[in-house]
């Protein structure tokens, strides 16, 4: 069917008391920005839902999307027809016919914002059941869990009808929770964090750091495009280049080989606070699980987590990896995670790093570097980039693409 609007209902916003009115206005800037590919659409927030008029966009498309939005609980496609009674009969008839399978029941719910009306709510629901009953055979009422509800508002500007209620994300408007840091590595674990991360509200700035000549461009691009798998989220996302090359040569270099990944993840953690307080973030997101791989035991969590007095918060952590995967699936990450560009995550990894690293011989070698040097040379180079949702960095075809996985 032609829907002309798309009736939104928000989750737990109705929980918010006060400050109900600031987590409606994120859902609209969050769903404004969401919806950036359709400029014809109109979105009003109202206290009660958000209203989508269409005017002749892709309704499928827009229900794509709007499915991603943090903070919507549901959603339905509606048609507007004039205040005509006749129109109202023949909308209400064609939709339950394009929904209806056999054996079905339907009930009929009216809500009215105008009062003056001729048929009130009780009048306008059996107008419509008797109609539906005579019009679609075999159909019967049922009002307690029919498998089609035909809603029916009656508004000063005409009558909406929909039939069906799509679940969106739910959640928490992303920004409702502030700003927090998510270290982005490129595989399987960060960006499902930071989904978990933005279901909560927070609005997430990715830091990715890279490695060239020893991480490939194409490590870069996989990055952003993971970046803008989570971008529907929220709208869009900052994503903050930090350049890591000099840093993981003066490492390797000048620390004990056992304690490379060490003291390297305490200065990506180093540079991931400072540019949190650059911008104001309230913590830092990781992908780290427990016991997945040697720098994520509690001992080098420890030993890492060390440099700074910042939150670091682990969605993930609890997770074991098929369950991890199975959000990366459902969030079309996965595919694109095990894509095999080296992050420098990879590069220069000692056979056999430290699963307990001690902390006072962790500081000591850390000292062997120029902590600070290497800290203002990467932070004056970082780049930041806006990323938006169906933005595509990686140019290979699909069956290229296929044939690395």
């Given at each position: 069917?032609?829907?002309?609007?798309?009736?939104?209902?928000?989750?737990?916003?109705?929980?918010k008391g006060?400050?109900?009115?600031?987590?409606?206005?994120?859902?609209y800037?969050?769903?404004?920005?969401?919806?950036?590919r359709?400029?014809?659409?109109?979105?009003?927030?109202?206290?009660d839902?958000?209203?989508?008029?269409?005017?002749?966009?892709d309704s499928?498309a827009?229900?794509?999307?709007?499915?991603?939005?943090?903070g919507?609980?549901?959603f339905s496609?509606?048609?507007?027809?004039?205040?005509?009674?006749?129109?109202?009969?023949?909308?209400?008839?064609?939709?339950?016919?394009?929904?209806?399978?056999?054996?079905?029941?339907?009930k009929v719910?009216?809500?009215r914002?105008?009062h003056n009306?001729?048929?009130d709510?009780?009048?306008?629901?059996?107008?419509l059941?008797?109609?539906?009953l005579d019009n679609?055979?075999?159909?019967?009422?049922?009002?307690?869990?029919?498998?089609?509800?035909?809603?029916?508002?009656?508004r000063?500007d005409?009558?909406?009808?929909?039939?069906?209620?799509?679940?969106?994300?739910?959640?928490?408007?992303?920004?409702?929770?502030?700003?927090?840091m998510?270290?982005?590595?490129?595989?399987?674990?960060?960006?499902?964090?930071?989904y978990?991360?933005?279901?909560?509200?927070?609005a997430?700035?990715m830091?990715h750091?890279?490695?060239?000549?020893y991480?490939s461009?194409?490590?870069l691009a996989?990055?952003?495009?993971?970046?803008?798998?989570?971008?529907p989220?929220?709208?869009?996302i900052?994503?903050?280049?930090v350049?890591?090359?000099?840093?993981?040569?003066?490492?390797?270099n000048k620390?004990?080989?056992?304690?490379?990944?060490?003291?390297?993840?305490?200065?990506?953690?180093?540079?991931?606070?400072?540019?949190?307080?650059?911008?104001?973030?309230?913590?830092?997101f990781n992908?780290?699980a427990?016991?997945?791989?040697?720098s994520?035991?509690?001992?080098s969590?420890?030993?890492?987590?060390?440099v700074?007095?910042?939150?670091?918060?682990?969605?993930?952590v609890?997770?074991d990896?098929?369950?991890?995967?199975?959000?990366?699936?459902?969030?079309?990450?996965f595919?694109?995670?095990?894509?095999?560009f080296e992050?420098?995550c990879t590069?220069?990894a000692?056979?056999?790093?430290?699963?307990?690293?001690n902390?006072?011989?962790?500081?000591?070698y850390?000292?062997f570097?120029?902590v600070?040097?290497?800290?203002?040379?990467?932070?004056?180079?970082?780049?930041?980039?806006?990323?938006?949702a169906?933005?595509?960095?990686?140019?290979?075809?699909?069956?290229?693409?296929?044939?690395?996985?």
């Amino acid at each position: 069917m032609e829907y002309t609007e798309i009736m939104v209902r928000y989750g737990e916003l109705s929980t918010k008391g006060k400050n109900r009115r600031s987590f409606i206005d994120r859902l609209y800037s969050n769903t404004r920005k969401a919806l950036h590919r359709f400029p014809a659409l109109e979105i009003h927030a109202r206290r009660d839902r958000l209203h989508v008029v269409l005017h002749g966009e892709d309704s499928a498309a827009v229900m794509k999307r709007l499915g991603q939005v943090f903070g919507i609980q549901n959603f339905s496609p509606s048609i507007r027809v004039e205040r005509d009674m006749g129109q109202v009969r023949a909308t209400a008839i064609a939709m339950i016919k394009e929904q209806y399978q056999p054996g079905d029941a339907f009930k009929v719910n009216t809500r009215r914002s105008d009062h003056n009306f001729e048929l009130d709510t009780n009048e306008m629901n059996a107008e419509l059941g008797g109609v539906i009953l005579d019009n679609v055979p075999g159909i019967t009422v049922r009002v307690h869990k029919p498998e089609i509800t035909l809603r029916v508002e009656v508004r000063l500007d005409g009558i909406y009808l929909s039939s069906r209620t799509i679940q969106g994300a739910g959640g928490l408007p992303v920004g409702t929770a502030g700003r927090g840091m998510l270290m982005l590595s490129g595989g399987i674990d960060s960006p499902v964090a930071g989904y978990l991360a933005m279901k909560r509200g927070v609005a997430i700035q990715m830091v990715h750091f890279f490695s060239p000549p020893y991480t490939s461009a194409k490590a870069l691009a996989k990055a952003k495009e993971l970046t803008s798998k989570l971008a529907p989220y929220a709208g869009s996302i900052q994503f903050i280049e930090v350049p890591f090359t000099h840093i993981q040569e003066e490492i390797k270099n000048k620390v004990p080989e056992g304690y490379l990944m060490t003291v390297q993840r305490r200065l990506m953690l180093r540079l991931t606070d400072k540019i949190r307080e650059q911008q104001r973030g309230l913590a830092i997101f990781n992908g780290e699980a427990l016991g997945q791989v040697a720098s994520q035991t509690m001992e080098s969590m420890v030993a890492i987590n060390d440099v700074t007095t910042t939150p670091i918060l682990r969605p993930v952590v609890s997770m074991d990896k098929n369950e991890i995967i199975k959000i990366a699936e459902e969030i079309d990450t996965f595919n694109l995670s095990i894509m095999p560009f080296e992050d420098c995550c990879t590069i220069f990894a000692p056979p056999a790093p430290k699963t307990r690293p001690n902390l006072e011989k962790t500081r000591a070698y850390e000292k062997f570097i120029d902590v600070e040097g290497l800290m203002a040379e990467a932070l004056a180079g970082i780049k930041m980039t806006e990323i938006k949702a169906d933005e595509e960095f990686l140019s290979q075809d699909q069956t290229e693409i296929a044939s690395l996985l």
